[in-house]
């Protein structure tokens, strides 16, 4: 049973937001992250602000910039079910597909899926690590076969989303309400480095709502994937993975936008490959260069040295099937 | 539970709707407030120890209950309505066990809280049995031998309820994705894939009869 806790669910996003000023509560979207961070006692809360009766926050529409919107209540699974989606923004509705499992993807919202919290083994045990207000990170020296090789800075965990590298490598944008304003992050822009702020996984304040996710219009010649690697073929997070989003111009890459998950505290861009990539046809020569160069740089700990591996292995594959 | 949270003085006054109001500060309130019909809006923070009045429509009935915030479907439907058909597993959304229909679609009963529950179409394996007879896919769990110890079987069974209303005639691998979000300890995996196949034909046929 969870500790006590007081619960609202409001018909209108003023009404949301008005309820998160006074009564500083956290937000329950579809409840699958939240409820089981409150069940291991990871999180408390005084007040629950339910987002699942706005109908605003819900569905998929054509955006005003002639690209998509996805409201933020909406469900992961009808995320990789629509359409428009699948035929052209295929990363985002591969990366869906493979979160978890039918019924947290139909629970599950793409909102709660870019806000949730790490899965880090040390987070969500009995440990007081840096995310929890400690003074270090107990992954990097203990076991640490599923955490970073790149970017932990203070903190290694790696992100669990699946739609976060696939929303960023397509160029999308978070829209936030709060405060009595509303402003617009980019997705890769939207996860907190933990030397900033350890205690924040994202750049929103506790008042601030996430609305929506706004796809840019696709450019001529986009091809885009994302797969990923796990210990067990369903309901597994990312060992390691990969989104792409490349703009083909004939045979050659004219702009490339490459995504790690599984690899660092947010998505992780690979420049290195991007550069190698960009400008080139998809041969076999430029896929290995690009492989190469995704996991240049990579600081793997003590026990998930397979990783750089895994990584270099999967941007190959990928490329290989998008070329 | 270790850390528990402090009671605040706000969670010992209960925030009441006129509680609500009158703590509320002035920026927020003008937000909360604007047009006229606003204020109405805004609904009650209902207090931690408060029950709450909900209706949850389960199998088809409406039943009007009191709950606290914090109970979740399946300690709702197993503790308060004596359906314990539903099974508590990990209860952190890990095993499927406490599987139900919602709206038709399999959802965890762990990972819902009741007051979440209402206004939607709740089925529970209490609810395909056809007075004293097992429903199709129950029956057909019986004739394949999908099970050892049965505990996981009322989840597969709603899981696989729930996929065949989505998709009537799925292919292997579409039942081996589809069962996915529901563990088994004792591994019956392949004649639970059977199970489902078989209640798929059973379905087809009756339908073409
Ligand atoms: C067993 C299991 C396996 C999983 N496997 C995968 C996987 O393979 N890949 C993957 O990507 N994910 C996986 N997940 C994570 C799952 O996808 C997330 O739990 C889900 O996306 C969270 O969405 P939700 O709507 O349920 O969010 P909630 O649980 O309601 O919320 C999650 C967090 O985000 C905050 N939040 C939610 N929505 C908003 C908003 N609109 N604005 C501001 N804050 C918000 C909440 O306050 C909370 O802290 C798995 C989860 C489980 C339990
Ligand atoms: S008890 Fe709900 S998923 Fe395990
Ligand atoms: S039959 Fe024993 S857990 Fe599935």
């Not at chain 2, 937000?31 to 006229?36: F, I, L, P, Y």
């Not at chain 2, 199970?195 to 059973?202: E, M």
């Amino acid at each position: 049973m969870f500790p006590r806790f007081s619960h609202a669910r409001p018909t209108d996003l003023q009404a949301a937001l008005a309820l998160l000023e006074q009564a500083s509560g956290r937000i329950h979207a579809g409840g699958t992250d939240l409820l089981g961070c409150l069940h291991d006692g990871v999180l408390t809360a005084d007040t629950l602000v339910s987002l699942s009766n706005i109908a605003e926050l819900k569905g998929i529409s054509p955006s005003t910039e002639n690209g998509l919107r996805i409201g933020a209540m909406t469900p992961i699974g009808a995320v990789a079910a629509h359409a428009g989606i699948r035929s052209t923004y295929s990363a985002l509705a591969q990366a869906a597909s493979v979160v978890a499992n039918p019924p947290l993807r139909s629970q599950g919202t793409l909102g709660g899926n870019l806000c949730q919290k790490t899965r880090c083994w040390y987070y969500r045990g009995d440990f007081p690590c840096l995310r929890k207000g400690g003074d270090h990170c107990f992954a990097f020296e203990g076991e640490n076969q599923h955490h970073a090789i790149f970017g932990g800075e203070g903190c290694y965990m790696v992100h669990p989303s699946d739609t976060a590298p696939a929303l960023a490598a397509l160029g999308a944008t978070c829209r936030i309400s709060g405060g009595g304003s509303s402003r617009s992050v980019p997705v890769d822009q939207f996860l907190m480095p933990a030397l900033v702020d350890p205690q924040r996984e994202t750049v929103l304040e506790p008042t601030e709502i996430l609305t929506e996710i706004l796809l840019p219009p696709a450019p001529p010649g986009l091809r885009s994937s994302y797969r990923k690697i796990r210990s067990r073929q369903a309901w597994d997070f990312a060992l390691a993975g990969v989104a792409l989003a490349l703009q083909f111009d004939g045979n050659v890459v004219r702009s490339a936008r490459v995504f790690l998950s599984g690899a660092a505290p947010m998505p992780w861009r690979a420049q290195g490959a991007e550069a190698v990539i960009t400008g080139n046809s998809l041969n076999a020569q430029t896929i290995t260069k690009a492989a190469a160069a995704a996991v240049e740089g990579a600081e793997p700990l003590q026990h998930n040295g397979a990783k750089v591996a895994l990584f270099e292995g999967l941007v190959a594959e990928s490329l290989e099937t998008m070329g | 539970m270790a850390n528990k949270p402090k009671t605040t003085d706000r969670e010992r006054d209960g925030v009441t709707r006129r509680g609500f109001i009158s703590t509320v500060g002035a920026g927020a309130l003008g937000a909360a407030t604007v047009g006229t019909s606003r204020a109405e809006a805004v609904p009650e923070i209902t207090a931690p120890e408060a029950m709450v009045q909900i209706g949850l429509t389960i199998n088809g009935r409406i039943h009007r209950l009191l709950v606290e915030p914090r109970w979740t479907l399946l300690f709702t439907l197993r503790e308060r309505l004596g359906l314990t058909g539903t099974k508590v597993g990990c209860e952190r959304g890990e095993c499927g066990a406490c599987t139900v229909l919602i709206n038709g679609q399999p959802r965890y009963a762990c990972m819902t809280l009741a007051v979440e529950a209402e206004g939607s179409q709740i089925t529970t394996i209490e609810g395909l049995m056809d007075g004293e007879a097992l429903g199709d896919v129950q029956q057909a769990f019986v004739n394949e031998d999908a099970f050892q110890c049965g505990y996981c079987t009322p989840g597969q069974i709603m899981a696989a309820e729930g996929l065949l209303q989505a998709n009537p005639s799925p292919s292997t691998e579409e039942i081996r994705k589809g069962m996915s979000g529901n563990l088994c300890r004792c591994a019956a995996y392949h004649h639970i894939v059977r199970a489902v196949d078989s209640a798929a034909d059973g379905r087809r046929e009756g339908d073409d009869r």
